[in-house]
């Protein structure tokens, strides 16, 4: 059976809600392992097929990163790749990887998820 990473908390209920919304949700997932287990990013593929199952919208294949074979350089060009379709899918002018920061992120509380409700304007 599956086991789900150590540090997996269960989803607060207060984002319940947005799960009745999926079918409007675009997603993708890179899925996180080590090929020495016998159910390979199992978490990862469930994750990619509960959300194609409920509806919404994937933007890109699953991919894997596998902790024997550099999964931190599988995750940069997944990212890289990521920003690409995004930026092609949600019309906006394509910017360079280079030009963001995220070795700034260090933890979870320093993004959060909101919903919006019509789409945010571009333009400054």
């Not at 409007?24 to 199952?53: E, H, I, P, W």
């Not at 902790?67 to 990521?82: D, G, P, R, V």
């Not at 092609?88 to 909101?114: A, C, G, M, W, Y």
């Amino acid at each position: 059976m599956p086991q789900k990473p150590e540090n997996h908390r269960p989803l607060p209920t207060a984002y319940a809600k947005y799960l009745v919304k999926v079918s409007v949700q675009r997603y993708a997932v890179f899925a996180l392992g080590s090929s020495n287990y016998k159910y390979f990013c199992a978490f990862g593929k469930y994750v990619d097929n509960l959300m194609a199952t409920l509806g919404a919208d994937r933007i890109m294949n699953l991919t894997y990163g596998d902790e024997t074979e550099n999964q931190q350089e599988a995750f940069n060009s997944w990212s890289t790749e990521l920003l690409k379709v995004g930026c092609e899918r949600f019309h906006v002018e394509h910017i360079s990887p280079d030009t963001l920061n995220t070795d700034l992120i260090t933890n979870s509380k320093q993004v959060r998820i909101t919903e919006h409700t019509e789409p945010k304007s571009l333009a400054r």
